[in-house]
C-alpha cells in the first residue's frame, strides 16, 4: 500500500489511483526569465523521482509540466534588453532543458505554454463570467470573485479574514473584494496582448495552470505539486477556478503534493534575495 501526504487533508492517504493501472500528474513549472537554480530545480527533480518510482511499480504515467512563458518577468527582461518577451521566454526555456537533462530529469510528457493556450484560457475565464464567479471591470480587467467560492482557502486552511489582515494589498476600488484575483489583465503600452471579448489583454497568473491541467488531464486527475509556496495564493486560486468552472467540488486534483525549499542560512533560495545558485 501506497500513502502520500496531502496538503489538503493534512495527513497521509492510501493513495487510490483514478483509472486503474495509470497516474495523471500536473507540476507548476517555470517562468522563464533566467537561468534555473537549483531551488527551482528541486521540484522537478521531486516530482522525477515520485515519477519513476510509479513507473517502476508497472503504472502508465501521464506527467505535465508548464512553462508560464507570458509573465511580468519576462516583459521587464525584455524591455531591458530591447527584445521580445518569446525571446526571453524561448532562451531560458532552453536553458531549463539543459539544467534538467544535466541533472538527467526525464522530460515531461507535454510541456504546454501560455501563449499557446489563450483560446481555451479565455474560454474559461468567459465561463467563470457566465457562471456569476467573475466579473468585468471598466478598463476591461476581468476578477474572480472570492466571495462566491463558499470554500475559498480549503487548500491552505486560512479564512477569508485572515487573509485580508494578513495581506499586503494595493488598494484597488474596482474589486468587489480586496483579495479578488485577475484573471484577464487589459492590455499595457510595451506588453504582448491577446484580442479578447473584454479587450485586448493577457491572462492572470492563476488562470494559465487550472487551463492547461484541465485541458491536458481532464476535470479530475491524480496529482498536483509545486514548491509548498504555491500553496496560496496560487494553488488555492487554481481550485476555486476550477471547481467552479466545473461545478464540483470534488474534481480537479485528487493529491495536493507539495516539496519544501532548498534554504541558505535559514533563508528560502531566491532571486529576489539573491542568495541562490545556478544549476548550470
Known sequence: MLKVYNTMTRRKEEFKPLKEGEVSIYCCGVTPYNHPHIGNARPFV?????????????????????????????????????????????????????????????????????????????????????????????????????????????????????????????????????????LWKAAKPGEPSWDSPWGKGRPGWHIECSTMSLKYLGEKFDFHGGGSDLIFPHHENEIAQSQACIGDDHSFAQYWLHNGFITIHNEKMSKSKNNFFTVK
Do not use: C
Open 46 to 182: 521531486t516530482w522525477d523521482v515520485i515519477r519513476r518510482y510509479f513507473a517502476k511499480k508497472g503504472y502508465k504515467v501521464h506527467y505535465i509540466q508548464n512553462f508560464t512563458d507570458v509573465d511580468d518577468k519576462i516583459i521587464n527582461a525584455a524591455n531591458k534588453e530591447g527584445v521580445t518577451w518569446k525571446d526571453i521566454s524561448d532562451r531560458y526555456i532552453k536553458a531549463y532543458f539543459e539544467a534538467m537533462d544535466a541533472l538527467n530529469v526525464r522530460h515531461a510528457d507535454v510541456y504546454p505554454r501560455v501563449s499557446e493556450t489563450m483560446p481555451e484560457i479565455i474560454a474559461m475565464v468567459e465561463k467563470l463570467i457566465a457562471k456569476g464567479y467573475a466579473y468585468v471591470v471598466d478598463n476591461g480587467d476581468v476578477y474572480y470573485s472570492v466571495e462566491k467560492f463558499s470554500h475559498y482557502g480549503k487548500l491552505s486552511g486560512r479564512s477569508l479574514d485572515d487573509m485580508q489582515a494578513g495581506a499586503r494589498i494595493e488598494v484597488n476600488t474596482a474589486k468587489h473584494h480586496p483579495m479578488d484575483f485577475a
